[in-house]
């Protein structure tokens, strides 16, 4: 149980077009979705949280108008990069938690490149 | 200073060696502590999970939590070439509270 996926896990755009990805919890209600980057040999760094049929909460220095955030339903949440630059280009991965339950599941990523 | 500090490695042992990791934080608030394994190009998978102080073993996979330090370990016994990863500690304040990742540490054990 408990799996989370993740749809595409590879992506190549050109810049200046918008990607979107989705995050799913396949056997588990997710009331709140995480999304993360990661860029090569560092940690995750956590870009937003979503609670379903809420706005998305962003950390610092993270651009709402950028990384739209969609979580509409209780195993569906999405992430669109619009307008990519290739500085977007990063490893970007989901986690899923089911209330206030102190795992987080985390799906197995999405490999974004902006050419 | 980050809130947690982890040694990025690589950190190899022989196979069948135990494989010591370990974290500290500087957030006497952290309450909740975990170890997730992350091998290349996928997410990661969570290993242990610990609330507080105190030991915990599940296999091969042993974690310690020392709040008065602020120092978290995670030993493997009998390591395997399969255990080869990058190993990220976790912890967070409480239930429902975001978590805060150390860096990572890359693990190589040789065959």
């Known amino acids: 149980g408990a799996v989370v996926s993740q749809h595409p896990s590879r992506v190549i755009c050109k810049s200046g077009t918008s990607v979107k990805i989705e995050c799913r919890s396949l056997d588990f209600q997710a009331t709140t979705m995480f999304w993360y980057r990661q860029f090569p040999k560092q940690s995750l760094m956590l870009m937003a949280t979503s609670n379903e049929g809420s706005k998305a909460t962003y950390e610092q220095g993270v651009e709402k108008d950028k990384f739209l955030i969609n979580h509409a339903s209780l195993t569906l949440s999405t992430l669109t990069v619009t307008s990519a630059h290739p500085e977007d280009s990063s490893f970007y991965i989901c986690s899923a938690r089911q209330g206030r339950q102190e795992t987080q599941y985390f799906g197995p990523g999405t490999r974004l490149l902006v050419l | 200073q980050k809130e947690v500090e982890q040694d990025p490695g690589p950190l190899s042992v022989p196979e069948g060696a135990i494989v010591s990791l370990n974290c500290t934080y500087s957030?006497?608030?952290?309450?909740?502590f975990m170890w997730y394994r992350q091998y290349s190009r996928k997410g990661p998978e969570l290993l242990m999970y610990?609330?507080?102080?105190g030991n915990k073993e599940d296999g091969r996979f042993t974690a310690q939590v020392d709040k008065s330090s602020k120092y978290i370990s995670l030993f493997i016994r009998d390591s395997q070439p399969s255990d080869s990863a990058t190993y990220l500690c976790a912890m967070r304040r409480g239930a429902g509270n975001k978590l805060t990742f150390g860096g990572g540490t890359r693990v190589l054990v040789k065959p």
């Open positions: 957030n006497s608030a952290f309450q909740y």
């Open positions: 610990t609330y507080s102080s």
